[in-house]
């Protein structure tokens, strides 16, 4: 008895590896720290918590689009009226025309030029900025265009852009996953946890966590989730107790 042996089949050509898809970050969620506490805005409501209750204020506005602490107080920006509004204190507002990013040093309109809290005039870039942030020496930093670059002299620091923009003590640079970076190293959330890591990257702590953003404010490490949740945690991340 004959078996019959199959017909072999060419070898189908090899697949190009697929380009990794970068997930996109989550642009309508925002947020800024300092000392005096937490803001974010998350689907156009901006909220505010306050050191040292971080009792949380969500005021009513029209649709925010983003957030920043300039000079101890919560600023909102707010195209469709053209401004910058606080959210909480002595109510002010500052005319400063179509605001699409906030550093918590300057005001970033949509052709790029840009203002101070006060409305004054100051340096800009050509072209409307997704992401800004001032560095620990008062330098300012955007995301245009899918790079880095730096404001004073439009140096291009970073060609392509990671999602978060991060300030550091001198500088700053972009990562895949939120994170906050200070004298004692940095803390960052990400592989479902906070990590706290060391000068060199190494992580020291970690604990469960979800998505959100991450600041320091004073001596806390803060979370702020999608949803408003706040969780507060000491260098070593063991959590505060509930708020």
Avoid: I, K
């Avoid at 340096?123 to 997704?130: C, F, H, L, N, S």
């Avoid at 479902?192 to 990257?201: Q, T, V």
Wanted: proline fraction near 8%; charged fraction near 20%; aromatic fraction near 6%.
């Amino acid at each position: 008895m004959h078996l019959l042996r199959p017909e072999a089949c060419p070898e189908a050509p090899p697949r190009p590896a697929a380009t990794p898809v970068r997930p996109a970050a989550d642009t309508t969620f925002r947020a800024a720290f300092s000392n005096d506490g937490v803001v974010w805005v998350r689907g156009g409501q901006a909220c505010v918590a306050r050191a040292p209750s971080f009792r949380t204020v969500c005021p009513r506005l029209p649709a925010v689009t983003d957030v920043a602490w300039n000079n101890g107080e919560a600023w909102a920006a707010v195209p469709s009226v053209d401004a910058v509004v606080t959210l909480d204190g002595a109510p002010r507002s500052v005319p400063v025309g179509r605001v699409v990013t906030l550093s918590s040093g300057r005001v970033y309109r949509e052709d790029g030029s840009a203002v101070t809290f006060a409305g004054t005039a100051a340096r800009g870039v050509a072209g409307a900025p997704t992401q800004a942030v001032t560095d620990g020496q008062g330098e300012e930093f955007v995301v245009l265009s899918d790079a880095l670059r730096r404001v004073s002299d439009g140096a291009v620091l970073e060609r392509a852009a990671g999602p978060y923009l991060v300030a550091l003590p001198s500088g700053a640079r972009t990562q895949e996953a939120p994170e906050t970076v200070g004298q004692f190293g940095s803390y960052r959330l990400a592989n479902g946890r906070l990590e706290a890591l060391d000068a060199l990257g190494q992580v020291r702590h970690a604990v469960t966590h979800g998505p959100g953003r991450v600041g320091v404010v004073g001596q806390w490490v803060v979370t702020v989730s999608p949803a408003g949740t706040l969780r507060l945690f000491d260098s070593q991340l063991q959590e505060r107790s509930q708020l």
